[in-house]
T-cell receptor, first 113, second 112 residues
Framework: EDKVVQSPLSLVVHEGDTVTLNCSYEVTNFRSLLWYKQEKKAPTFLFMLTSSGIEKKSGRLSSILDKKELSSILNITATQTGDSAIYLCAVEKGSGNTGKLIFGQGTTLQVKP | DAGITQSPRHKVTETGTPVTLRCHQTENHRYMYWYRQDPGHGLRLIHYSYGVKDTDKGEVSDGYSVSRSKTEDFLLTLESATSSQTSVYFC???????????FGPGTRLTVL
């Protein structure tokens, strides 16, 4: 059975801290891995990773995929209260543009002032 | 914004009643999806569509049906709502030649 597992499930840090969120997967016909941020509304897209070892960066956020270890990490440096959210990892499987995403449970991040 | 709207945004209904949720896009994308989000489960795919009148099941399709008679609209129907279908429902669209999906604002459904 396909599954995506995120850890930790929740995390509380203080502003300025650096955090690392983990995502591991067991999915047949892997195509890509995506990270989303969800505040009190719809998930918003952060990164898509398809190649192992290539880091994607956007400001203080970065992510990398390790296909050998079937995992990905999302790093957030110099955290701010605005980073408080649920971070979702999803893996796309299949061929063609089926776009079937399998999501992990999410990591709830709380950043305290 | 990705040009996706969902209606209604909130709904309370009673067990056994039919419910239809609407997803509308202005992007003319071929692929559309319905997910439900529950605590501890992340998002789970209910049904998806790859064109007008072309739909397929996702991982939690039991108790749900969908229809797509126009490119811009994707309807999710609960034929006879149950309390286990209390959830937040998200619609998503996917631009061509990309694996990325963009989500609508969600519909919070409560079945009493």
């Amino acid at each position: 059975e396909d599954k995506v597992v995120q850890s930790p499930l929740s995390l509380v840090v203080h502003e300025g801290d650096t955090v690392t969120l983990n995502c591991s997967y067991e999915v047949t016909n892997f195509r890509s891995l995506l990270w989303y941020k969800q505040e009190k509304k719809a998930p918003t897209f952060l990164f898509m990773l398809t190649s192992s070892g290539i880091e994607k960066k956007s400001g203080r956020l970065s992510s990398i995929l390790d296909k050998k270890e079937l995992s990905s990490i999302l790093n957030i440096t110099a955290t701010q209260t605005g980073d408080s959210a649920i971070y979702l990892c999803a893996v796309e499987k299949g061929s063609g543009n089926t776009g079937k995403l399998i999501f992990g449970q999410g990591t709830t991040l709380q950043v305290k002032p | 914004d990705a040009g996706i709207t969902q209606s209604p945004r909130h709904k309370v209904t009673e067990t056994g009643t039919p419910v239809t949720l609407r997803c509308h896009q202005t992007e003319n994308h071929r692929y559309m999806y319905w997910y439900r989000q529950d605590p501890g489960h992340g998002l789970r795919l209910i049904h998806y569509s790859y064109g007008v009148k072309d739909t397929d099941k996702g991982e939690v399709s039991d108790g749900y049906s969908v229809s797509r008679s126009k490119t811009e609209d994707f309807l999710l129907t609960l034929e006879s709502a149950t309390s286990s279908q209390t959830s937040v429902y998200f619609c998503a669209i996917s631009p061509p030649n990309t694996d990325t999906q963009y989500f609508g604002p969600g519909t919070r459904l409560t079945v009493l």
